[in-house]
């Protein structure tokens, strides 16, 4: 069953890594004012002195090199669109259906279909979640060409709708990444994809696989970092998982959870440092961190897959995996809230954590209200407690975790692609404007937190007639799942 985590408002220790990247950041910031206040000194000086305007003339230019040579700052990387599946309604698998079926699949016993039908109930998702076609077989189809099969139900429509929407073709992307964390075929996903696509020889392509529900969050880092070195181009990033080869039919207890929860689908982004792409992008990349702690055992062997006794592969989630995502997350939040948080909100942290050492040790440390700097919140989809023990975290309200849990309760949990899900809820419901900021957050297996920070530049509206939430969104928001 379904536990909330357990997150923890003590001290985070930091690793050298980390405190040396937000050290260096600092520098930066100080470099670049020492540099102004030089300017500003010789510029004092020179008119105290009474220098000829032509010796004037020459500084500033001198200044102005420097500064793009020396302090020049990075491109900017713009999100131009983005597209998400709606699951065909024949993939639709009712509560009673996937109880049947697994009885029928004669794999399972009596404990283990209880306990998937006790998950289920609890698990925050509607009965109009869907799978792929081999799961619906008796038995399941779980061979490679129906993994293969699934790859193109769920990559094709939403590479085919991000470029009707942005009105470009495939020789136009300059940047390809696929992440799936549990199928990696060979040719890879993105060669699938450059295939059927006919994209230019020089594509530069990746394959991410292993990432867990975090992957599509590590994809948009490693774009941005991409374009930041490759000018004036495009990226796409394709995010999904496949299914089809991730059902556990084994009975032990740590396995099951994976197939009561994880349901179809997939998104797809484009991204740009174009120019241009200002002029048409809906979001400005802000800010991206990412922390893990695969250094410690313990953590990463929380979630894990292996084989049980009888030889049947699953992904084992063990009790300490909830303690340790919320160590994962706190770890990730403390340094993203040094570098975005106003400073009123970080004096008042940091007066606590200070009363905390030296005056009353059992004295709450205070945590910053993120909403002072972020205006909507995409979270990770695994479930409902877990949904809202992240937003009791975050000072969250109601409305302010009502993307996820909607998310949760249409689609399920699809992995590393659920973020956009809920980035297209918020869409569609018309509640992002110009000027707001979106925290997405992606955790995953290793484990691995990523945050990414998006800026609107441009007003929204119309896209409750778009995929995936057309039809339905006026349904929602209806009465969360109970934690």
């Known amino acids: 069953m379904e536990s909330a985590p357990e997150v923890s408002h003590g001290d985070t220790v930091l690793s050298s890594t980390q405190l040396f990247s937000h050290l260096h950041l600092i520098f930066l910031q100080l470099q670049n004012l020492f540099f102004l206040i030089l300017i500003l000194f010789l510029e004092t000086y020179m008119f105290l002195k009474g220098?000829?305007?032509?010796?004037?003339?020459?500084?500033?230019?001198?200044?102005?090199?420097?500064?793009?040579?020396?302090?020049?700052?990075?491109?900017?990387?713009?999100?131009?669109?983005?597209?998400?599946?709606?699951?065909?309604?024949?993939?639709?698998?009712?509560?009673?259906?996937?109880?049947?079926?697994?009885?029928?699949?004669?794999?399972?016993?009596?404990d283990s279909l209880c306990f998937m039908e006790k998950t289920l109930r609890s698990s925050g998702l509607s009965e109009q979640t869907c799978l792929p076609p081999a799961l619906h077989f008796i038995p399941h189809k779980t061979h490679q060409q129906e993994s293969i099969n699934e790859v193109h139900m769920v990559l094709f429509p939403v590479m085919d709708d991000l470029l009707t929407k942005t009105h470009l073709s495939s020789s136009d992307i300059d940047i390809l990444i696929v992440n799936c964390s549990g199928f990696?075929?060979?040719?890879?996903?993105?060669?699938?994809?450059?295939?059927?696509?006919?994209?230019?020889?020089?594509?530069?392509?990746?394959?991410?696989?292993?990432?867990?529900?975090?992957?599509?969050?590590?994809?948009?880092?490693?774009?941005?970092?991409?374009l930041q070195v490759h000018q004036n181009s495009y990226a796409v990033v394709l995010s999904t998982e496949i299914l089809s080869t991730g059902w556990y039919a084994g009975n032990e207890r740590s396995k099951l959870a994976i197939n009561c929860l994880f349901r179809m689908g997939s998104a797809a982004i484009l991204l740009s440092n174009?120019?241009?792409?200002?002029?048409?992008?809906?979001?400005?990349?802000?800010?991206?961190?990412r922390t893990q702690r695969a250094f410690d055992d313990k953590c990463h062997l929380s979630a894990i897959r292996e084989e049980d006794k009888d030889g049947n592969l699953g992904v084992t989630l063990t009790k300490g995996v909830v303690q340790v995502s919320g160590e994962t997350l706190r770890s990730n939040i403390?340094?993203?809230?040094?570098?975005?948080?106003?400073?009123?909100?970080?004096?008042?942290?940091?007066?606590?954590?200070?009363?905390?050492?030296?005056?009353?040790k059992w004295q709450e440390i205070y945590i910053p209200n993120f909403k002072t700097a972020i205006q909507?919140?995409?979270?990770?989809?695994?479930?409902?407690?877990?949904?809202?023990e992240i937003?009791?975290?975050?000072?969250?309200?109601?409305?302010?975790?009502?993307?996820?849990?909607?998310?949760?309760?249409?689609?399920?949990?699809?992995s590393s692609s659920s973020l956009w899900y809920e980035l297209a809820y918020l869409e569609a419901k018309e509640r992002v404007e110009k000027g707001d900021r979106v925290w997405q957050i992606g955790m995953g297996t290793g484990p691995k937190c990523v945050s990414l920070i998006w800026e609107c530049i441009r007003p929204i509206s119309g896209e409750s007639n778009n995929e995936p939430w057309a039809?339905?969104?006026?349904?929602?928001?209806?009465?969360?799942?109970?934690?």
């Open 391 to 414: 937003g009791k975290v975050l000072k969250l309200n109601d409305k302010d975790v009502e993307a996820a849990l909607t998310t949760l309760h249409r689609f399920g949990n699809q």
């Open 334 to 360: 403390t340094i993203l809230g040094a570098s975005i948080l106003p400073l009123s909100e970080k004096l008042r942290h940091g007066v606590s954590r200070l009363r905390k050492r030296f005056l009353d």
């Open 274 to 289: 174009k120019t241009r792409a200002k002029e048409s992008s809906k979001y400005k990349l802000i800010k991206t961190l």
């Open 376 to 388: 909507h919140f995409c979270l990770p989809v695994s479930g409902g407690a877990v949904i809202r």
């Open 51 to 110: 220098w000829t305007p032509i010796l004037h003339i020459f500084l500033l230019l001198s200044s102005y090199v420097i500064f793009i040579i020396i302090i020049k700052p990075s491109p900017s990387v713009y999100l131009v669109d983005f597209s998400c599946l709606k699951p065909p309604t024949s993939c639709t698998v009712l509560f009673s259906t996937f109880l049947q079926n697994a009885m029928l699949l004669d794999t399972f016993n009596k």
């Open 184 to 226: 990696c075929p060979s040719p890879s996903l993105s060669s699938i994809v450059i295939n059927k696509y006919s994209m230019r020889s020089d594509i530069k392509s990746y394959n991410l696989s292993g990432m867990g529900c975090s992957a599509s969050a590590i994809a948009i880092q490693l774009a941005e970092n991409l």
């Open 471 to 483: 039809d339905v969104i006026d349904r929602y928001p209806i009465l969360g799942p109970s934690a």
